[in-house]
């Protein structure tokens, strides 16, 4: 019996074959696709109806790196899952699909019946969009869908009230956000950003990451010494902001500074999303900013940091050029969003400017190893949000010991004009003054981090124009909870976050 359950498993390539023979043979080709994280009652009875439509049942399911459904998931191995599906009566055969959709199997396989539950059966109710082009192809095959109308579970669902997948104060606060609001009243605000014009203003930084193998210590230097593997340059600082905010933004104009020498103009252009439109300055004599590290690929821990940085001021021809071209632009949007990491690109004009003409103004200034103490948040008169972190906020009014309570609702408020802070606090969460009012904790999501270098700006990326277009600031921030506890299980911008990702993962967070 075992051997006969494992004999089920097969490649999608044996599958295409085994589905092959039986049109041949005028035998009707059942498909399913899907996660199958935790199979349930529901996931047989919608596999035994399916049965019902033909002569053989093949049901794919996702590979584990592919199943978009937030940290921690899937909660069994694709491994477990196949094993699981291939010991019902009514699968005839299990395989695993190295894709991120259905499209590929169903290409492959051309079914004559592709079986989806009945959530799907409007189609402008999925989430992923993924429902018309299976549907699509399945009819290019001269297949036809079929819904099946039985009892519904969702695996999501029966694993956040039955498992601990997140911290003990996150549970907490999901089951308390599910009771207040509804998917779609939380999901509303970020399809509503299509229509959203931002403009990006900030230091382009190209993350370089060397990985190496750490050899010891010389026995004529006090150094350690280390073995070159391989390198991945990234794009970051304002350019990792940019591809975020524009997975839902209609379209982001981004202002930023490449050096003249070695601009890596093509690389950053390719890299783009395609509703970014880049708006380059140059400094001249310099190249584009590179901060390259030195990693242990063993648990990506960072040895070292060079940084190919210059930031002195603009030259005064070049700072007028850029400044101009703000000034003349910026009520042209809807949200202005400022990464400003010091690096000698935004001076006292253009954050006049930015101060005094944005329609909706979003500031992160950012405090690192080249400006510490130099780049606070305060040169900033005026925003209407404020994202920092807890030492940035810290340092921004001199004061290390106070509660950050009284950091930002006494002192911070008092030397800017802002109605909106967000601080936040690694593995405890975010904290939200709103309109001023006091601060609120949002829990993080995940309390185990890959690598945290960009999860701050990609919080920042998604909750800015969130705020922007009338988003309740809690919510904004739950948002960016959730997308920087996306943002830490991966190395670099290695993967870029999709809107199509974070939709799934915030539809498993509420279910």
Known sequence: MVDRMFEKIKSIDELEAIAERARRERRKIVLAHGVFDILHIGHKRHL???????????????TDLLVNKGPGRPIFSEK???????????????????????????DKIRPDIYLKGSEYSVEENDVTGRITTERVGVERHGGKVVFTEDITFSSSSLANRVLQLYPDEANQYLKDLRSRIS?????????????T????????????????????KPSKENIIATRYREREVFCGGVLATANLTAQFCGSVDLVTLLGSTESHEEFIRS??????????FFREGAQTTVKSRLV??????????????????????????????????????DVVIVNDFGHG??????????????????????????NRGYNLVTKYPRADLVCIDEPEARLAVAD?????????????KRRMNCRNFIITHGKLGCLVAKDCGALHRIPALIDEAIDTIGAGDAFFSVAAPLVGSGCDPFLAAFVGNAVGAMKVRIVGQRHQISSAEVVKYLTSLLK
């Open 296 to 333: 242990d690929p063993g648990y990506i821990k960072k040895l070292i940091e060079v940084a190919y940085l210059a930031d002195a001021l603009l030259p005064p021809e070049t700072q007028d050029e850029l400044n101009s071209w703000v000034e003349k632009e910026i009520e042209n949007y």
């Open 80 to 106: 477990l899952r196949a094993e699981m599906l291939a010991g019902l009566a009514s699968v005839d055969f299990v395989g695993i699909s190295s894709n991120p959709g259905a499209e590929y199997v169903i």
């Open 48 to 62: 035994d109806i399916g049965k019902q439509h033909g002569d053989i049942l093949i049901v794919t399911i996702t």
């Open 197 to 216: 014009r931002c403009l990006v203003v900030g230091d382009s930084i190209l993350d370089e990451y060397v990985y190496v193998e750490p050899l010891g």
């Open 183 to 195: 998917l779609q009243e939380l999901l509303a605000p970020l399809r509503a950003l299509q229509n």
């Open 400 to 412: 290390r010991n106070s509660p950050i309570e009284r950091i930002v609702c006494e002192k911070l």
């Open 345 to 370: 690109m935004i001076d006292e004009t253009l954050i006049d400017i930015l101060c005094s003409k944005a329609k909706f103004l979003a500031v992160n200034a950012q405090t690192n190893s080249a």
């Open 271 to 280: 890299s783009l999303a395609p509703n970014i439109n880049l708006v380059p």
